[in-house]
């Protein structure tokens, strides 16, 4: 990509960012999105996001093994950006007894409000998922006190019935209302349910959602920009709106015809437009 399409990509976006500030639901990029580019320069990375006129990030698992000290440099990176640290994404290790409290410590840190399980390992059965609803509900009561929430993410597989039950299904019944059900909007339509009838089914719950679009040709899948896939989004906006209580919503992309950074800046433009159509 060209320094002069990415800044014209960039002033698109962050011209659209300023005038979308009136609605007060921040848009942030799932930093998944640009993971190489993460790996290779977080601090710069983080700094090119905010100029494109994102206003959060969520950093994905890795962020656990950060210390303290390094912690305090990303904060004061995403402040001197203008930029927040929405949420985390974890394995099922940061909700161990043992790891929970440095989950906490670097949330804290770089100013995340939610600590939400994107993995939770090896689940057997219905069961077993029943026992996911159990750890989020007692993380739920051990870090609402200090301002945190935490929630799960979706990926289609908890869209896919097991013996008659979704496991989506049980973790929404097994968990209190101030569990956080992030929706993955593309994941959750490869599955074959509904992200809009999900979303009626919990209000007040789908606090944060991932605007990552999907297409039913194989060739393409996820590898879609925002709004060239089959996700119904100026539908699927308005119902996270009316009822499903959203804060903020993250945008995810795992690939496209375009390079990581340039993907990040176009989902941007296209989102902004999206949601004013």
Not at 17 to 29: C, D, E, F
Not at 34 to 49: F, N, W, Y
Not at 192 to 202: E, Y
Request: proline letters at 5%; one cysteine or more.
């Amino acid at each position: 990509m060209s320094r002069r399409s990415f800044l014209a990509l960039a002033a698109a976006a962050s011209a659209a960012s300023a005038a979308a500030k009136k609605r007060k639901i921040p848009v942030g990029l799932e930093l998944y999105s640009v993971r190489d580019q993460l790996k290779q320069d977080l601090m710069g990375t983080v700094v090119a996001v905010a100029k494109m006129g994102y206003e959060g990030v969520e950093f994905y698992a890795p962020y656990f093994d950060w210390t303290p000290g390094y912690a305090k440099q990303v904060r004061k990176v995403l402040d001197d950006s203008g930029i927040r640290c929405f949420s985390t994404h974890n394995g099922a290790k940061s909700f161990t007894d043992e790891n929970l409290p440095h989950a906490i410590e670097i949330n804290q840190i770089i100013g995340s409000k939610f600590i939400i399980m994107a993995s939770a390992g090896p689940v057997q059965g219905i069961d077993g998922w029943k026992k996911v609803a159990g750890t989020l509900t007692t993380t739920s009561g051990k870090i609402k006190p200090l301002g945190l929430r935490t929630g799960f993410h979706n990926h289609n597989a908890e869209f896919v019935p097991i013996d008659g039950k979704r496991p989506m299904d049980v973790l929404a019944a097994g968990t209190p209302k101030d569990v956080v059900l992030q929706l993955d909007a593309g994941a959750c339509l490869e599955a074959g349910s509904d992200p809009i009838a999900w979303i009626n089914a919990n209000p007040g719950r789908i606090v944060s959602m991932h605007c990552k679009d999907w297409s039913p040709d194989a060739a393409k899948g996820y590898r879609v920009l925002l709004g060239e896939g089959a996700v119904p989004w100026k539908k699927l906006l308005q119902s996270a709106e009316k009822s499903g209580g959203i804060e903020h919503y993250l945008v995810e992309q795992e690939g496209s015809d375009f390079p990581p950074m340039e993907t990040a800046a176009r989902c941007l433009v296209a989102f902004r437009k999206l949601h004013k159509s």
